[in-house]
């Protein structure tokens, strides 16, 4: 019985050391199908998972650029090139506001708002203290002919004001308050007595108007003070540029700038206004006076030096109606209206009208028109308002009424298609801007394709924006907002640099986005690396007003209360009423 239980046992025992046996096999060869896996594949699991995990990053990098270019989008204002047009979505994401209508006016008033609230910024960044930018080389610029100290400041602080900028401007008020100087920061560099009172003393004054903060005008009478002297010396010689080192001119100034020089009414007769010191309005009677002292000693050619000059005077009556002598002078160029079209006013063989410069190389009636004569489109339809106004007042004691209103009919008129010469110069263009000089030749009018490369360039001028500002507050012809429209998407589409900043540049005829084998080396030599004081200044301001309604400021800016100075500085009308006094 033992050993039957011996036996069984023993039977037991070798069939569980079988089934270990067994197990430790299937073990061993399972283990060496494994190896052997993984000798003949020994990166097959490596490069599964350097793959996934290669994956997930690509797509975690892809789904954050396009959240960042989603909220780029949403919040900054973008041109989209459809249709040569440029579509801006307004907070709404509405692309179909580009009618006529309220709603579209204030769209593109908060377009033009945020370009200037970019270049203000990166001015800001890059040149804050200085004149102006260079945009391109982000670098700060002092103009030899400037004080080196804050021009872009003093020049934009009514835009910042109309545009409703609060930060920016409290700002630039706080510098001005505690920094301007008029001391130059460049050594021995003489300053140009007209942007110092044309940009600092006008846009001193002009936002004082504005604020009815004295400090300002604090700041306007020290550099009228110091300017003033040197105007005129004792023997009547009129100098532009003084060296404010030692207060000392010796640099006469030549007829083109004295027009501009002489100009200067508008901040003078203000100035004598607001302090109740008749010493600043009695020297515009000095510029009078010499001024046709000079006119005597040229002959027909300096017909445009007359024109401009008097011209000029439909600012400085509109400002003042009982201002005579300015009305006289104005009046003036009423009767140089047959000299002007004799001399200098053309019409070509597409009908366009335009105003010929001389041609001092070629002794000679020029065929081509300067940019800067556009600036006599405002002038002109300022003087026909200022006509019409006198009939409606039956003031006539010295021209009848019906000469008058025919002056005023012919001004119009000439305006209206001085106007659309402009404007034809910017649309025949590439670019939609135009150059700083456009030709009439044969049935290529108003461009400068085959002209002088000299004369290609656009300088962010503020001339077209006032004659469209102007020309649609005179005429309310919608069609000038569109104009101003164009331009304003224009400046942007190729002036625009992409870190907001913008820049002149040199030929209106190389269009960037038209090109695309160029490089983008060549699309900065294009530009003139200068983001000048009146983009902001002038230029934008024209462009927010024109889409402004006038009701966006309580009534206090309105065309009808304002006239601006040759930089774009808004100045009171001191008297509307017409009348000796």
Not at 155 to 181: C, R
Not at 419 to 444: H, K, M, V, W
Not at 482 to 497: G, K, N, S, T
Not at 527 to 550: M, R
Request: some cysteine; hydrophobic content about 35%; overall charge negative.
């Amino acid at each position: 019985m033992i050993k039957c239980n011996e036996s069984a046992a023993a039977e037991e025992q070798v069939k569980l050391n079988q089934t270990n046996n067994n197990n430790g096999k299937q073990y061993r060869q399972k283990r060496q199908y494994n190896d052997g896996i993984k000798s003949k594949f020994p990166l097959f699991h490596w490069s599964i998972c350097i793959t996934l995990t290669i994956g997930f990053i690509v797509t975690i990098l892809l789904c954050v650029m396009f959240h960042m270019i989603k909220s780029t989008q949403e919040n900054n204002l973008r041109c989209k090139d459809d249709d040569k047009k440029t579509n801006v979505n307004d907070e709404n994401d509405d692309e179909n506001q580009f009618n006529y209508g309220e709603q579209t006016n204030e769209m593109r008033r908060k377009f033009v708002k945020q370009m200037t609230l970019e270049a203000w910024n990166e001015y800001c960044t890059y040149a804050w203290k200085h004149d102006s930018l260079n945009p391109i080389s982000n670098e700060p610029y002092d103009d030899e002919i400037g004080f080196g100290s804050g021009r872009t400041i003093v020049s934009a602080l009514s835009t910042l004001w109309i545009m409703d900028l609060g930060q920016e401007f409290h700002h630039a008020k706080e510098w001005v308050e505690n920094e301007l100087s008029f001391a130059p920061k460049i050594n021995n560099s003489k300053v140009t007595l007209h942007f110092a009172l044309t940009e600092y003393v006008g846009s001193l004054l002009s936002i004082y108007a504005l604020t009815n903060d004295w400090m300002f005008v604090v700041k306007a009478i020290e550099l009228a003070d110091t300017i003033m002297p040197e105007l005129i010396n004792p023997n009547g010689l009129l100098f532009d540029k003084l060296n404010f080192t030692n207060l000392y001119s010796n640099n006469p100034i030549d007829v083109n700038m004295f027009l501009w020089t002489a100009t200067q009414s508008l901040e003078f007769a203000y100035l004598s206004y607001i302090t109740g010191n008749q010493k600043y309005v009695n020297q515009i009677h000095s510029y009078r006076s010499i001024f046709d002292q000079i006119l005597k000693q040229f002959d027909t050619n300096g017909y445009r030096f007359e024109t401009n000059y008097l011209l000029h005077f439909s600012k400085v009556f509109r400002q003042n109606h009982s201002d005579l002598d300015a009305f006289d002078l104005w009046n003036r160029s009423a009767n140089v209206m047959e000299t002007i079209e004799n001399k200098i006013l053309e019409r070509s063989r597409t009908g366009l009208y335009y105003i010929r410069d001389y041609d001092y190389e070629l002794v000679g009636r020029s065929n081509w028109m300067e940019f800067d004569s556009c600036t006599l489109n405002s002038l002109l339809s300022l003087g026909s308002r200022s006509y019409r106004q006198i009939v409606w007042r039956n003031w006539t004691k010295t021209i009848e009424s019906h000469q008058l209103l025919e002056h005023a009919r012919q001004r119009l008129m000439l305006a209206i298609e001085l106007t659309e010469t402009c404007r034809q110069a910017s649309i025949r263009s590439r670019t939609g801007l135009p150059p700083a000089r456009f030709y009439f030749t044969n049935l290529d009018d108003a461009t400068n394709k085959k002209g002088d490369d000299r004369f290609k360039q656009f300088y962010l001028n503020p001339e077209l924006a006032e004659s469209y500002y102007t020309m649609y507050q005179l005429t309310m012809n919608p069609i000038y907002r569109e104009y101003a429209w164009d331009l304003v998407q224009a400046i942007y589409r190729h002036c625009r640099l992409i870190n907001g900043s913008y820049t002149t540049i040199t030929n209106v005829e190389w269009d960037k986005h038209n090109n695309k084998f160029q490089q983008q080396q060549q699309s900065i030599e294009m530009s003139v690396n200068l983001q000048p004081s009146y983009l902001i200044g002038a230029t934008f301001k024209y462009l927010y007003l024109i889409f402004d309604d006038d009701t966006n400021h309580n009534g206090k800016f309105q065309f009808e209360s304002w006239i601006f100075n040759s930089m774009g500085q808004p100045l009171p009308i001191l008297n509307n009423n017409i009348g000796r006094t």
